[in-house]
């Protein structure tokens, strides 16, 4: 049985978001906020999720389909890719993160920035938005199969270069 924590600290799950998931421990900063609300959804914790909803946003939680996500998602990780304040010393912060997954045989991921606020020590899930992902933009045009060789050979790409 794997005891490493699925938020990807490396650490095991009883020592790092366990205690936090349980409440035997706050959550120190708004990046293990977010840690610990990833494991909650690989250990299908939806009551931790509904808690650590900032109480001025949870009108919008709708339990049902949480748990459905949860239990219907293979998760494979949870990559932070930034974080903008949201220290122990912070009241305000933000986390990027790209949370992966399997739903319905479809490998996903999720990439969000989410914002977080701490009041009276705890800290809360205020929102977040879904981070488009960017359009490929090529410097030069696409060079199709049947197109001359770039290289000048004079033949095909797609019997040249493109092999």
């Not at 250990?43 to 339990?63: A, M, V, W």
């Not at 990559?79 to 122990?88: K, N, P, Y």
């Not at 009276?120 to 359009?135: D, I, K, R, S, Y």
Request: hydrophobic letters at 30%.
């Amino acid at each position: 049985m794997d005891t490493t924590c699925p938020c990807g600290s490396g650490r095991s799950y009883a020592e790092c978001c366990e205690p936090v998931i349980k409440g035997t421990a706050p959550a120190g900063t708004a990046e293990q906020l977010m840690r610990s609300r990833y494991a909650a959804y690989v250990k299908r914790e939806i009551q931790y999720l509904y808690d650590t909803l900032h109480p001025g946003h949870r009108s919008d939680f709708n339990e049902k389909s949480t748990r459905a996500w949860a239990e219907k998602s293979d998760w494979h990780g949870l990559e932070i890719v930034s974080t903008e304040a949201g220290g122990a010393g912070d009241t305000e912060g933000k986390v990027e993160f790209i949370a992966s997954f399997t739903q319905e045989g479809a490998k996903q991921r999720h990439h969000e920035v989410s914002s977080f606020k701490k009041e009276e020590g705890t800290w809360f899930l205020v929102g977040g938005e879904t981070v488009a992902p960017q359009q490929v933009v090529r410097a030069t045009p696409k060079v199709g199969r049947n197109d001359p060789c770039l290289c000048g050979s004079g033949r095909k790409f797609k019997k040249c270069c493109g092999k």
